[in-house]
C-alpha cells in the first residue's frame, strides 16, 4: 500500500473503529484491555496517526464482532462490508454469539486460504491471523463467561479447538510448515502437553508457544523437534 493511501485506510479504520466502540458503549480502556493492546496504541489508531497490523486488526475486530478482515476492507473502501450490519434478531448479542460469529468466520476463511504451493510466506501469514483469531476469541470466551452460560461456552470452546486444530493441520502439511506447527500437530495427536515437551528437549515452554505460533527456530532449536515430530 502506498503511503497516501495508507494514511487514509488509517483515517477510515480509526473512525470505524471509535464509532462501533461507542455503539457497544466500550470505554477505550475498556476496548484495549479486551484485546490485549495498549491503550495508547488504540488511541493511535483511533485518531488514523497509526495504521494497525494484522495482528492487531484481528483482536480489535474480535471484540468489536466483526469478521476477519473487516478492517482491512474499511481502509480500503472507506465503508463496512454489507455482511456487518447490524445482526438480525440478535443473533449475536453477547460473548457467546461473538464466539459462535468468530468461529464461522474462520471456517470460512479458512476454506478461501491462497495456495500454499503458489506464495508459502502469504498463504503462512493469512492462515496464521485465522489461528491467533480463534486463540483469541476462546482466551476472551474462557476469562469472561458467566457459570450460568459455561455449559454452552465449553462446547464453543471445544468447537474452537477442532477448527483451529484442522488448520494447524493443514499449514503443517504445506510448503509454508515450520518445525513448530508440526509439533503442535504432534502434540495434539498424542495428548502431550507443552510442559512435557518442555521437559523432554530442555526449551521453555514459552518458546515453544512461540514457535507454535510461526516464530522462526534457531537451528538448534529445529534439530531438537525434529526429533521429536519425525521431520
Known amino acids: 500500500m502506498v503511503a497516501a493511501r495508507r494514511v487514509v485506510a488509517a483515517q477510515r479504520i480509526g473512525k470505524a473503529i471509535l464509532a462501533r466502540r461507542a455503539e457497544k458503549g466500550l470505554s477505550q480502556r475498556d476496548l484495549a484491555q479486551q484485546a490485549e493492546i495498549r491503550q495508547g496504541t488504540l488511541g493511535s489508531i483511533e485518531r488514523g496517526e497509526t495504521y494497525p497490523q494484522p495482528r492487531t486488526r484481528v483482536r480489535i475486530e474480535s471484540v468489536l464482532e466483526w469478521s476477519l478482515g473487516t478492517l482491512e476492507a ?4 472507506g465503508e463496512l462490508p454489507a455482511s456487518e450490519g447490524p445482526p438480525e434478531g440478535g443473533a449475536t448479542d453477547g460473548l457467546l454469539g461473538m464466539t459462535q460469529m468468530v468461529i464461522d468466520t474462520s471456517r470460512q476463511a479458512a476454506t478461501t486460504l491462497p495456495d500454499p504451493d503458489a506464495d508459502p510466506r502469504v498463504y503462512l501469514a493469512m492462515a496464521m ?16 463467561v458467566r457459570a450460568s452460560e459455561m455449559g454452552e461456552a465449553m462446547k464453543l470452546v471445544a468447537e474452537i479447538n477442532k477448527t483451529k486444530d484442522a488448520v494447524m493441520a493443514d499449514i503443517a502439511a504445506s510448503p509454508a510448515a515450520m518445525v513448530g506447527h508440526q509439533l503442535y500437530v504432534w502434540r495434539r495427536d498424542s495428548g502431550v502437553d507443552l510442559q512435557t515437551v518442555s521437559e523432554m528437549t530442555g526449551l521453555a515452554a514459552e518458546r515453544l508457544a512461540e514457535l507454535e505460533n ?6 538448534g532449536e529445529a534439530r531438537i523437534l525434529a526429533k521429536i515430530v519425525g521431520v
Not at 74 to 77: D, F, L, Q, R, S
Not at 129 to 144: D, E, P, Y
Open 129 to 144: 491471523n485465522v489461528v491467533r483469531l480463534l486463540s483469541h476469541a476462546g482466551h476472551l470466551l474462557t476469562k469472561g
Open 74 to 77: 474499511v481502509g480500503e473502501t
Open 214 to 219: 510461526a516464530r522462526p527456530p534457531t537451528d
